[in-house]
């Protein structure tokens, strides 16, 4: 089977960290969607890891990584992570396999991603800058480039679509400079060429057949989903479970657990709308205990209070079966903590999503006790404060899905199985 890992909120929900921790029980981790936008952190003995486009179980032997089809590869990026990780002593041209069928992030797309969030002034998405919406566009407008299209004539096929993106970028009144740029962009394309380019269907597909278990690693959050997401505030792929089936190329049919992971609060960077968004000092501490600051651009992510309307839409949407909390640690200090049970919208209290999520929302907050305590060193539910067990059984209840794992600190150590 494979068993998928998805955020159910805006990305960061710590989807890195766990993809590590579960990675012992399967024997193939694989992304399947988004790119390097992402920034997947781990932490073990002591060291700490960002990765971007190498799915999570790289760290452990034996274990073989996919990067899907769904994917879309930034050479420069991905040459740059990959030496990063070899010269940490990991042996990756073994463990690390790429879909012929994954997009490329060509030096244009960030050009005119760049130029597209400028023109759009105060409307702007706040993107990552990583291309990543030029690159999904070219893929479904037909005119991408794949991993596959570098072992023949690429330099024929690049110029072409570079053409148009000249003509593109001419539009905007933006200007820039490739010839260094495309120098490392080859420089890298020559480097992805020493790995094992693959037909990752067939790969996922033979795995299967041969009894193996795979871990799909979702990268953003089911709120940035390119469909059911807080559009057009949203990236540019399926977040979403079902991205899982396009993005490896599996059956629905062969779907086993769906664990959705969230914070016990919640975050969001860039811009769109954040019902529960807080502008006072306990989203403050939020920020500063959390350390929420974007593991891509470094930017401070936005905090707020838990939103139970977003995620029980979150968990319906991907059939989550177990549900994995994260970061419930940050909220030790607090006294009381807020849940967001429904909406106020035009005057009523409503428990869906509204088409749009806007001002006009206001979150009704149900008012639970803190446990004051620290957790981070529990390593055992008998020991958790009686207030904290309360809240996990709040949320249980209100979510309809089991807590099977509680996240209390960023090392890997620091996870409690239920
Ligand atoms: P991802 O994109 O979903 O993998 O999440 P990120 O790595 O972008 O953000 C999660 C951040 O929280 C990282 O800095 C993690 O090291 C950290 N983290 C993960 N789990 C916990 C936790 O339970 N408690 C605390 N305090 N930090 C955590
Ligand atoms: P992980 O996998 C949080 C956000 C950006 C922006 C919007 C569109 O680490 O959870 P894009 O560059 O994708 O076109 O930006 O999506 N975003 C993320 N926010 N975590 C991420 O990834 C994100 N990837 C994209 O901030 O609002
Ligand atoms: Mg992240």
Request: glycine share 10%; proline share 4%; hydrophobic share 40%.
């Given at each position: 089977m494979v068993d998928v890992i998805l955020g159910l909120q805006w990305g960061d929900e710590g989807k890195g960290k766990i993809?590590?921790?579960?990675?012992?029980?399967?024997?193939?981790?694989?992304?399947?969607?988004?790119?390097?936008?992402?920034?997947?952190?781990?932490?073990?003995?002591?060291?700490?890891?960002?990765?971007?486009?190498?799915?999570?179980?790289?760290?452990?032997?034996?274990?073989?990584?996919?990067?899907?089809?769904?994917?879309?590869?930034?050479?420069?990026?991905?040459?740059?992570?990959?030496?990063?990780?070899?010269?940490?002593?990991?042996?990756?041209f073994s463990r690390l396999k790429i879909s012929k069928k994954a997009h490329l992030i060509l030096p244009t797309h960030r050009l005119l991603d760049l130029a597209a969030e400028s023109a759009k002034g105060e409307g702007k998405i706040g993107t990552t800058g990583k291309?990543?919406?030029?690159?999904?566009?070219?893929?479904?407008?037909?005119?991408?480039?794949?991993?596959?299209?570098?072992?023949?004539?690429?330099?024929?096929?690049?110029?072409?679509?570079?053409?148009?993106?000249?003509?593109?970028?001419?539009?905007?009144?933006?200007?820039?400079?490739?010839?260094?740029?495309?120098?490392?962009?080859?420089?890298?394309?020559?480097?992805?060429?020493?790995?094992?380019?693959?037909?990752?269907?067939?790969?996922?597909?033979?795995?299967?057949?041969?009894?193996?278990?795979?871990?799909?690693?979702?990268?953003?959050?089911?709120?940035?989903?390119?469909?059911?997401?807080?559009?057009?505030?949203?990236?540019?792929?399926?977040?979403?479970?079902?991205?899982?089936?396009?993005?490896?190329?599996?059956?629905?049919?062969?779907?086993?657990?769906?664990?959705?992971?969230?914070?016990?609060?919640?975050?969001?960077?860039?811009?769109?709308?954040?019902?529960?968004?807080?502008?006072d000092a306990d989203g403050d501490t939020m920020r500063t205990t959390g350390y929420e600051f974007g593991s891509v651009t470094g930017r401070p992510r936005r905090c707020g209070w838990i939103d139970l309307v977003a995620l029980r839409y979150a968990i319906m949407i991907n059939g989550v079966s177990a549900l994995i909390m994260m970061k419930s640690d940050v909220l030790d200090e607090f006294t009381t903590i807020k849940a967001c049970v429904a909406y106020e919208w035009n005057g009523k209290r409503i428990e869906n999503l509204p088409f749009e999520i806007n001002k006009n929302i206001k979150p009704i907050y149900k008012e639970i006790r803190g446990w004051s305590k620290n957790t981070d060193n529990i390593s055992a539910e008998k020991d958790f404060p009686k207030e904290f067990s309360a809240y996990i059984s709040f949320l249980e209840k209100e979510l309809n899905v089991p807590i099977k794992m509680v996240s209390v600190g960023p090392d890997r150590a620091q996870t409690i199985l239920r």
């Amino acid at each position: 089977m494979v068993d998928v890992i998805l955020g159910l909120q805006w990305g960061d929900e710590g989807k890195g960290k766990i993809v590590d921790v579960l990675t012992p029980d399967y024997d193939v981790i694989a992304r399947f969607q988004g790119g390097p936008n992402a920034g997947h952190t781990l932490e073990f003995e002591g060291k700490k890891f960002v990765l971007r486009s190498v799915p999570s179980g790289i760290f452990q032997d034996e274990k073989i990584n996919v990067i899907g089809n769904g994917v879309v590869i930034d050479p420069v990026l991905f040459r740059s992570e990959a030496e990063d990780l070899q010269k940490s002593g990991q042996e990756l041209f073994s463990r690390l396999k790429i879909s012929k069928k994954a997009h490329l992030i060509l030096p244009t797309h960030r050009l005119l991603d760049l130029a597209a969030e400028s023109a759009k002034g105060e409307g702007k998405i706040g993107t990552t800058g990583k291309g990543i919406g030029p690159a999904y566009t070219d893929k479904t407008g037909r005119n991408g480039l794949r991993v596959g299209d570098i072992l023949e004539n690429f330099e024929e096929k690049y110029q072409n679509v570079i053409e148009k993106h000249k003509k593109l970028l001419a539009q905007y009144n933006f200007s820039y400079s490739l010839q260094q740029t495309e120098a490392a962009f080859f420089e890298a394309i020559e480097f992805i060429k020493q790995f094992e380019l693959i037909d990752s269907e067939y790969f996922i597909n033979q795995q299967l057949a041969a009894g193996k278990r795979i871990l799909a690693e979702g990268a953003q959050g089911t709120m940035l989903d390119i469909d059911f997401g807080s559009y057009p505030f949203v990236t540019s792929s399926n977040t979403v479970c079902a991205g899982a089936c396009t993005g490896l190329g599996v059956s629905p049919k062969q779907i086993g657990e769906v664990y959705g992971i969230f914070k016990a609060y919640c975050t969001r960077v860039g811009s769109g709308p954040f019902p529960t968004e807080l502008f006072d000092a306990d989203g403050d501490t939020m920020r500063t205990t959390g350390y929420e600051f974007g593991s891509v651009t470094g930017r401070p992510r936005r905090c707020g209070w838990i939103d139970l309307v977003a995620l029980r839409y979150a968990i319906m949407i991907n059939g989550v079966s177990a549900l994995i909390m994260m970061k419930s640690d940050v909220l030790d200090e607090f006294t009381t903590i807020k849940a967001c049970v429904a909406y106020e919208w035009n005057g009523k209290r409503i428990e869906n999503l509204p088409f749009e999520i806007n001002k006009n929302i206001k979150p009704i907050y149900k008012e639970i006790r803190g446990w004051s305590k620290n957790t981070d060193n529990i390593s055992a539910e008998k020991d958790f404060p009686k207030e904290f067990s309360a809240y996990i059984s709040f949320l249980e209840k209100e979510l309809n899905v089991p807590i099977k794992m509680v996240s209390v600190g960023p090392d890997r150590a620091q996870t409690i199985l239920r």
